[in-house]
């Protein structure tokens, strides 16, 4: 077997690899603390995935596409676009769902958000599956540029996913799913990471010209998630003995992924 074949045996591999375990360590890690009702972890980890999101997208993804040859005008042309194109698909609830749940601290009448997720756990599913799917092209797209980008990239995905799989786990059970249904229907609609993946592989194996473009529109997503939902949800807990914690979660994120850069080209 010739070395680009192994080559793209090796990058199939990684690519199903990591958008399996991305999907697993998510829900399982969300199902933990759901069911344990760790609240307080959950708000580290957003702290935690802003540093991630924002360092994987301006110290890594961007930097890689721009450096790709790709036009300039065009590569923040497709910036633009998505994250106009993530607003749209925000005031559609397609990327972002309601995260209320009984005892959360906001003001509703008792049994609101039961009542409410009665309605919305299916759909809740099914914008799941939508972006787990979108997850498994990034993370092809990025192990297609450059393995080290898609490790990172995984990372980052799971420490987004982690904080919103645990706000749909809390409100599925407050809809009536048992424990067990809930996290084997979550589990079913993380594993449309690999179904993407599998699709961003062939798709973009054979268009390599584009892999600077979703990178670019990866980094848009994070980017918007970041600034637009996780950054809100710190502010208000504004108090200087919430904002510290916050402040050194976000700068290990940042921590996190210049390490992890740092030991690839260590070794490549």
């Excluded at 591999?13 to 969300?30: P, Q």
């Excluded at 067990?180 to 010209?209: D, E, H, K, P, T």
Aim: charge should be negative.
């Amino acid at each position: 077997m010739c070395d680009a074949e192994l080559k793209i045996n090796s990058t199939l591999s990684y690519i199903l690899l990591a958008t399996t375990l991305a999907g697993v360590i998510s829900i399982s890690a969300a199902a933990f603390f759901s069911y344990s009702l760790l609240s307080k972890l959950v708000e580290r980890m957003v702290s935690l995935s802003v540093g991630i999101m924002l360092s994987t997208s301006l110290l890594h993804a961007l930097p890689e596409a721009f450096e790709s040859g790709a036009s300039v005008h065009a590569l923040f042309a497709t910036l633009l676009a998505g994250l106009l194109g993530f607003f749209l698909l925000e005031k559609f609830a397609i990327l972002r769902h309601s995260h209320h749940y009984e005892g959360d601290g906001h003001e509703h009448e008792h049994g609101h958000d039961a009542h409410e997720a009665g309605h919305a756990g299916w759909m809740i599913l099914v914008g799941d599956s939508l972006h787990n799917f979108t997850d498994g092209i990034l993370i092809a797209a990025a192990f297609l540029a450059d393995p080290k980008l898609g490790l990172i990239t995984a990372i980052a995905i799971i420490a987004h996913e982690i904080p919103q799989e645990i706000g749909d786990f809390i409100v599925l059970l407050n809809a009536g799913f048992s424990k067990l249904r809930a996290y084997i229907y979550n589990l079913i609609c993380s594993l449309m990471a690999v179904v993407g993946g599998l699709v961003g592989y062939f798709a973009l194996g054979s268009g390599m010209q584009w892999i600077p473009y979703v990178l670019v529109l990866a980094s848009s997503g994070f980017i918007y998630i970041a600034v637009s939902d996780l950054m809100p949800q710190m502010q208000r807990r504004a108090t200087l003995r919430e904002s510290v914690p916050q402040f050194i979660l976000i700068a290990c994120g940042v921590g996190i992924v210049l390490l992890l850069t740092h030991q690839f080209h260590l070794h490549s």
